[in-house]
């Protein structure tokens, strides 16, 4: 168990529709980084928020958005679902910005019919 | 157009034998690399990290080449045993924001008891 609890685990949702995924650092990490996988773009980054500011991007999409809150759980929003978006999405979280070592939740996975 | 699922190399061992896993990386200008392991169902899990002012590193039955001349990595697990069955991931960072990670394909390892 890493620490990083990610919710809903797996979610099915329509083509045009908006979802919200959730996460949740472990205890005193300050950094939470969003990355997602699929079969054919492999892990991809997607943004790193710490303390509550955006600190870097990735190729995210404009239907994209994230935050990170107070209680620094984090958010993903994403709008106007394609079938492309289908996907695990992980929320990987550190205790500081000069480490790669990230501590990954389980995932959510996203189905998009 | 169709799109194409990632073909990830495969590496089959016996169980006791060492474990060479390699990984070619893209950019010159990276600067800190990291190994992850991901098993079935979950998030992938930190192993060992290097900066480019190696070219050795070791852990517990790991050890990390780094030869930066040729942009290669490699991961080599001592006496494999098939717990560490898993597909495993090389990642790059440039030093800016050091969770903002470059994943490689990956490589399946199966250990055979």
């Known amino acids: ?113 | 157009g169709e799109s194409v699922g990632l073909h990830l190399p495969t590496l089959s061992v016996q169980e006791g034998d060492n474990s060479i896993i390699n990984c070619a990386y893209s950019n010159s200008a990276s600067d800190y690399f990291i190994w992850y392991k991901q098993e079935s169902g979950k998030g992938p899990q930190f192993i060992i990290d290097i900066r480019s002012n190696m070219d050795k590193r070791q852990g517990q039955r790991v050890t990390v080449l780094l030869n930066k001349t040729v942009k290669h990595l490699s991961l080599q697990i001592a006496a494999t045993q098939p717990g560490d069955s898993a597909v495993y991931f090389c990642a790059e960072n440039m030093g800016t924001s050091y969770g903002k990670l470059t994943f490689g394909q990956g490589t399946i390892l199966t250990v055979h008891p």
């Open chain 1, 1 to 113: 168990d890493s620490g990083v609890t990610q919710t809903p685990k797996h979610l099915i949702t329509a083509t045009g529709q908006r979802v919200t995924l959730r996460c949740s650092p472990r205890s005193g990490d300050l950094s939470v980084y969003w990355y997602q996988q699929s079969l054919d773009q492999g892990l991809q980054f997607l943004i790193h928020y710490y303390n509550g500011e955006e600190r870097a991007k990735g190729n995210i999409l404009e239907r994209f958005s994230a935050q990170q809150f107070p209680d620094l759980h984090s958010e993903l929003n994403l709008s106007s679902l394609e079938l492309g978006d289908s996907a695990l999405y992980f929320c990987a979280s550190s205790v500081d910005i000069v480490t790669g070592e990230l501590f990954f939740g389980e995932g959510s996975r996203l189905t998009v019919l």
